[in-house]
């Protein structure tokens, strides 16, 4: 089975940036097609902040186009999320996804979640 394990949320104050980290790892094979950041803030409903295909094609949510990069390196399975001019409002536990083709199928996967609060 793979796990997802996420790094880089903490504590920022308004305009400031975080980038966090997401590592695929696993002992067996497996191959990690798109990836993602959802976040949930409290009271409120995950919602997608940004994907990226394996082929490096990206989305992000009107919310954070402009100030948030997603971006992956396929050889360490990782993808990141670089934050910028960050606001009060994306407060909220970020959760990385990620689709894997292990185990003979495409399974989907989410990590532990890591904390972002942003001081006004």
């Known amino acids: 089975q793979v796990q997802l394990v996420e790094s880089g949320g903490g504590l920022v104050q308004a305009g400031g940036s975080l980038t966090l980290s997401c590592a695929a790892a696993?002992?067996?094979?497996?191959?990690?097609?798109?990836m993602g950041w959802y976040r949930q803030a409290p009271g409120k409903q995950r919602e997608l902040v940004a994907t990226?295909?394996?082929?490096?094609?990206?989305n992000y949510a009107d919310f954070v186009k402009g100030r948030f990069t997603i971006s992956r390196d396929n050889a360490k399975n990782t993808v990141y999320l670089g934050m910028n001019n960050l606001e009060p409002e994306d407060t909220a536990v970020y959760y990385c996804?990620?689709?894997?083709?292990?185990?003979?199928?495409?399974?989907?996967?989410w990590g532990q979640g890591t904390q972002v609060t942003v001081s006004s």
């Open positions: 996804n990620a689709a894997i083709l292990d185990r003979g199928r495409v399974n989907d996967y």
């Open positions: 696993s002992r067996g094979f497996f191959r990690v097609n798109a």
């Open positions: 990226i295909t394996s082929g490096d094609r990206t």
